[in-house]
Antibody, heavy 115, light 109 residues
Framework: QVQLQQWGAGLLKPSETLSLTCAVF????????WTWIRQPPGKGLEWIGE???????IYNPSLKSRVTISPDTSKNQFSLKLTSVTAADTAVYYC?????????WGRGTLVTVSS | EIVLTQSPGTLSLSPGERATLSCKAS???????LAWYQQKPGQAPRVLIF???TRATGVPDRFSGSGSGTDFTLTISRLEPEDFAVYYC??????????FGQGTRVEIK
């Protein structure tokens, strides 16, 4: 049974860098696709980007200039960094496994950007 | 970017009634790459349907998905109290970004 555990700072100031990590338990980072998705309070879901099983990474063009997703196969983890955050980046951030659809999700991390 | 438009925004129904949720795509989506999710307050979304019509593991058979091309439907045959939630469609066809609809809230009438 694959499970995802995520963590990271929950309160940031404008212009800081958001940093989240997602650990994969019960399965391997390799051979799967892994993604980050966010949801502003009271709003819908936005796909941020994903790592595929061959190690290549794709991003949402709307965030591409500020986002980095990177794997750490030695720890069976992957991470998200989002630079120069603003209040518009306030959201619950989810990691998930992608199979063309997102079948396993982390519990989510609320990240609030406020001065 | 493929835009998914869900309707209605809110569906007010009573337990036992049938719910029909629509998801329309701005361009054709291969059925293989269309999924539906349920989200309850404070929880991560849960996949209900993938490949437009295949129920995910553990999903009751009162949930069904159909459609092709640009028009997809999620049907809940008889609403149970635990089905009142927000539902999203999602696609990952062609090129990124993968996108979600804006959601349909199914509320108790």
């Amino acid at each position: 049974q694959v499970q995802l555990q995520q963590w990271g700072a929950g309160l940031l100031k404008p212009s800081e860098t958001l940093s989240l990590t997602c650990a994969v338990f019960g399965g391997s980072l390799s051979g799967n696709y892994w993604t980050w998705i966010r949801q502003p309070p009271g709003k819908g879901l936005e796909w941020i980007g994903e790592i595929n099983h061959s190690g290549s990474i794709i991003y949402n063009p709307s965030l591409k200039s500020r986002v980095t997703i990177s794997p750490d196969t030695s720890k069976n983890q992957f991470s998200l960094k989002l630079t120069s955050v603003t209040a518009a980046d306030t959201a619950v951030y989810y990691c998930a496994r992608s199979r063309g659809f997102f079948d396993i999700w982390g519990r989510g991390t609320l990240v609030t950007v406020s001065s | 970017e493929i835009v998914l438009t869900q309707s209605p925004g809110t569906l007010s129904l009573s337990p036992g009634e049938r719910a029909t949720l629509s998801c329309k795509a701005s361009q054709s989506v291969t059925s293989t790459f269309l999924a539906w999710y349920q989200q309850k307050p404070g929880q991560a979304p849960r996949v209900l349907i993938f490949g437009a019509s295949t129920r995910a593991t553990g999903v009751p058979d009162r949930f069904s998905g159909s459609g092709s091309g640009t028009d997809f439907t999620l049907t809940i045959s008889r609403l149970e109290p635990e089905d009142f939630a927000v539902y999203y469609c999602q696609q990952c066809d062609n090129s990124p970004p993968w996108t979600f609809g804006q959601g349909t809230r199914v509320e108790i009438k």
